[in-house]
Each structure stands twice: as structure tokens, then as C-alpha cells.
């Protein structure tokens, strides 16, 4: 027979278990990421000692790594605070695609667009630009990420 009591102890065990595995995985990508800004220096190192020229490819944009993970919102104020509170389109796109915020090419552009001229915090600057207008208070972020 199930009861309030053995139920609720249930799911309690049950969230207990969640919480012990969310915590494995933030410890995971913790190393993940030290592990890849270690391997990040040593092939600059690597470059700089023989003179190796920098691949395009191998060349990661540190304001994808800014991005990634955030809200569209949040990831389009980042990539404002980093061109004096421009946000071309033609760069989130490509930012976005890479930070992989963005799945299809073909509809990133539009989803931007619309993305900025609903925020609050943009207003149409130019052809394929916004400007940020204001920035948005803490407790907005985490109403967002909840």
C-alpha cells in the first residue's frame, strides 16, 4: 500500500540521489575545463617556442567560451560588454553558432534579431546593429536561469 509518509520519503531519497549526481558532474566539468585551458597552454607555448604560425581553426574565440551556457539574452549583453555595447548580427550568429546556442544557420539570424528587438535592454542602432540600453539587474539573471 502506498502512503504519504513512504512516498515522500521516496522522492526525498530520490532528489538526495540528484543532488550527490549534480554535484559529481559541476566536479566533472571543473576538470574538464582545467584540463582544456592546460592543454590551451601548452599548444601557445608549443607555437611560441618553435614559431609555429596560429591556425584559424585551432584559434578559439574566448567570448564563445563566455557565452556558452547562458541565455540568449545574457550571452548578447556579454557579447556587448565586449564591442562597447554593440551587438552586430552578422557576430552573434557566428558566435552563437559556434557557442552552440544556435542548431541551424539558417534561422540563427532571425532569431537574434527578434531576440533583440523584444529585450528591454537593445534598440535598433543600424543595419544588423543594437545598441545595449540598459543592463539588466541580478535577480533578472536568475529568474531567467531558474
Do not use: C
Amino acid at each position: 500500500m502506498v502512503t504519504q509518509d513512504n512516498t515522500e520519503s521516496g522522492l526525498l531519497r530520490v532528489m538526495a540521489m540528484l543532488r550527490t549526481q549534480e554535484k559529481d558532474h559541476e566536479n566533472a566539468l571543473v576538470d574538464i575545463r582545467a584540463k582544456m585551458e592546460a592543454v590551451g597552454i601548452a599548444l601557445a607555448l608549443l607555437r611560441q617556442t618553435y614559431g609555429l604560425p596560429e591556425s584559424e581553426r585551432s584559434t578559439i574565440d574566448p567570448l564563445v567560451e563566455r557565452v556558452r551556457g547562458k541565455t540568449h539574452v545574457q550571452a548578447l549583453i556579454t557579447i556587448a560588454d565586449a564591442n562597447n555595447g554593440k551587438v552586430r548580427i552578422r557576430d552573434a550568429k557566428r558566435i552563437f553558432l559556434s557557442a552552440g546556442l544556435k542548431k541551424n544557420p539558417r534561422t540563427a539570424s532571425p532569431g537574434i534579431t527578434s531576440t533583440l528587438s523584444r529585450s528591454p535592454h537593445f534598440e535598433h542602432s543600424g543595419k544588423g546593429e543594437y545598441t545595449l540600453v540598459s543592463r539588466p539587474n541580478q535577480s533578472t539573471f536568475l529568474r531567467a536561469a531558474s
